[in-house]
């Protein structure tokens, strides 16, 4: 694993890691990608695993070591690669036909621990939850470090964003070197659809609870700096909420450490776990003894034309919120029939 300060999870699972693989009688090393030798031939190995093989850190380490296979495991907890823009599939295929023109003798594979057309590997998958269960176990013997979950109390939600691309510019371009345009206040793109689906999920909370809950937000590493402005739009944007309250986690603890003190806390069985991205199928591995707490943050139209209009109109506006979405349901339905 790399220790930059933007792979955000490196630090606080160091010592766990470290823990696990010494148990099973292996040495985990953690160190800096730059320390790899820069030309191929420094380091050769039989096996590289990547979560993603056209990912910017896979690809520096690809040109950095001669592995004799390749296997691409998957996002978040190992679920299957699907881009959402046109351009970032064709960049992708561009890349791994590349890889393999250029290495012939090279195997990729790919290997899903949650794929999309098929069902769910049992065996690969009880392997899995143990493994969530032992991290939990050693999480929950250093107190300081599941810290963020005593928080919580019953009623209370957990709501968990993607990245959030922040919006400056009405228009921009360049001239002479310099960038030229009208700036706008600072917001992010597709806000209003998350906006009324977050809304949805807060009437619904407040419908189900007989005191005002708090709502907790945690964010995705990369926004860590709009943590302000994030809580802004929510509280300038939601209706009707009454007393509820919405705090922003701070960034230094990861949904897998917060999931696994809940699995410690006697209140996590009250906490509702909603989100937009794939790292809700990581919080859905760690509470799985509950699965019906942890949902897809969505709006449900109601009649068939309504439905139409709302899938028209995300396709036009939000399409690539809409593929996440079809992603993110296809992929958690497959998960939730393997956990029945």
């Known amino acids: 694993m790399e220790r930059l300060d933007h792979v955000h999870a490196a630090h606080p699972f160091e010592d766990v890691l470290i823990r696990l693989a010494a148990r099973d009688g292996h040495r985990c090393v953690f160190g800096e990608l730059s320390a790899l030798p820069a030309e191929p031939e420094g380091l050769i190995c039989d096996l590289?695993?990547?979560?993603?093989?056209?990912?910017?850190?896979?690809?520096?380490?690809?040109?950095?070591?001669?592995p004799d296979v390749v296997i691409e495991l998957g996002e978040s907890i190992g679920v299957e690669v699907k881009l959402y823009s046109f351009q970032a599939r064709r960049l992708r295929h561009r890349l791994i036909h590349r890889l393999l023109e250029s290495r012939p003798n090279l195997s990729l594979e790919y290997s899903y621990l949650i794929p999309l057309d098929r069902g769910?590997?049992?065996?690969?998958?009880?392997?899995f939850l143990d493994f969530c269960a032992g991290f939990s176990a050693m999480v929950s013997e250093k107190p300081f470090?599941?810290?963020?979950?005593?928080?919580f109390s019953k009623g209370d939600a957990l709501l968990c964003f993607p990245y959030l691309k922040v919006k400056k510019w009405h228009f921009r371009f360049e001239l002479f070197g310099k960038v030229r345009g009208i700036k706008c206040s600072q917001k992010f793109y597709d806000w209003n659809y998350f906006l009324a689906r977050v809304q949805h999920f807060t009437n619904d909370l407040k419908a189900n609870n007989d005191v005002d809950p708090c709502l907790y937000v945690q964010v995705h590493p990369k926004n860590y700096?709009?943590?302000?402005?994030?809580?802004?739009l929510l509280r300038r944007g939601l209706r009707g909420v009454g007393d509820a309250q919405i705090k922003?986690?701070?960034g230094h603890a990861p949904l897998e450490l917060i999931a696994s003190g809940m699995m410690n806390s006697f209140a996590f069985s009250d906490?509702?776990?909603?989100?937009?991205?794939?790292?809700?199928l990581s919080a859905l591995a760690f509470l799985h003894s509950r699965p019906h707490g942890v949902s897809l943050c969505d709006k449900e139209a109601e009649g068939r034309i309504q439905r139409l209009w709302n899938f028209c109109f995300d396709g036009l506006i939000h399409r690539r919120e809409l593929l996440r979405q079809r992603h993110v349901r296809?992929?958690?339905?497959?998960?939730?029939?393997?956990?029945?």
Request: net charge positive; charged share 20%.
């Open 145 to 151: 470090i599941s810290r963020p979950v005593r928080i």
């Open 48 to 66: 590289l695993l990547l979560p993603r093989v056209d990912h910017k850190q896979g690809w520096e380490v690809l040109q950095r070591c001669l």
């Open 248 to 250: 922003v986690l701070p």
């Open 120 to 127: 769910v590997h049992q065996l690969r998958l009880q392997h």
């Open 271 to 280: 906490i509702q776990i909603a989100g937009f991205g794939t790292n809700i």
């Open 225 to 232: 700096q709009n943590l302000k402005l994030i809580e802004h």
């Open 330 to 340: 296809k992929a958690l339905n497959n998960l939730l029939a393997a956990l029945r």
